[in-house]
């Protein structure tokens, strides 16, 4: 029964996570004066509003609804307060948000992994979160290249090589490509 307890507690801090993800990448666009970086940043937050709904369906079909754990309250919380306030640099903030879009991955993979290994049902249950999954993958693939940009105007007061957006939507590319055949 532990077992039970243990993956909704994952989902309702998968879900809290993926509101803070919301919510840091509005301040960011707020925060930040280049309309590329903005316009990756609105295809993310399109995409993780989506996101947010397969997770809630996936806790609604789960039907052991669990709060999120304390600690995972309090990170959250001060990722926001860090996300608000200005101790931190344009650079470290973009730095924090790749960091949660891994978290949630990482997450997300696991409760997949242990659905896989528990039974069908359950796996099958789990089975839209791997969109979610992958998507959070290529946000993070994304984020590299905004961290490029923004790390080397902030650090090194240049331009970056404008090649790495070409490099970055290639991989991207590449990522769907693989999602698109583990899918069929």
């Known amino acids: 029964m532990a077992d039970v307890t243990n993956i909704a507690t994952k989902l309702a801090d ?27 940043l609105e295809g993310m937050i399109n995409s993780d509003r989506e996101n947010l709904g397969i997770i809630e369906a996936a806790i609604s079909r789960y039907g052991n609804a669990a709060e999120p754990r304390d600690i995972s309250q309090q990170h959250a919380q001060k990722v926001s307060q860090m996300m608000s306030g200005s101790e931190l640099t344009l650079y470290d903030k973009y730095l924090q948000l790749e960091l949660l879009k891994h ?22 249950l789990m089975e839209p979160l791997n969109r979610v999954n992958f998507e959070n993958r290529a946000h993070q693939e994304i984020l590299k290249g905004v ?38």
């Open 14 to 40: 998968l879900k809290l996570f993926q509101n803070v993800l919301l919510e840091s990448e509005q301040k960011l666009i707020a925060q930040t004066d280049d309309n590329t970086i903005c316009e990756r």
């Open 103 to 124: 978290q949630q991955t990482m997450t997300g993979l696991v409760l997949h992994k242990v659905a896989q290994s528990l039974n069908d049902d359950l796996q099958d």
């Open 147 to 184: 961290l490029y940009f923004v790390g080397t105007r902030e650090i090194g007061g240049q331009e970056p090589d404008m090649g790495i957006w070409a490099s970055i939507e290639q991989g991207i590319a590449a990522l769907k490509g693989a999602v698109s055949s583990a899918v069929s």
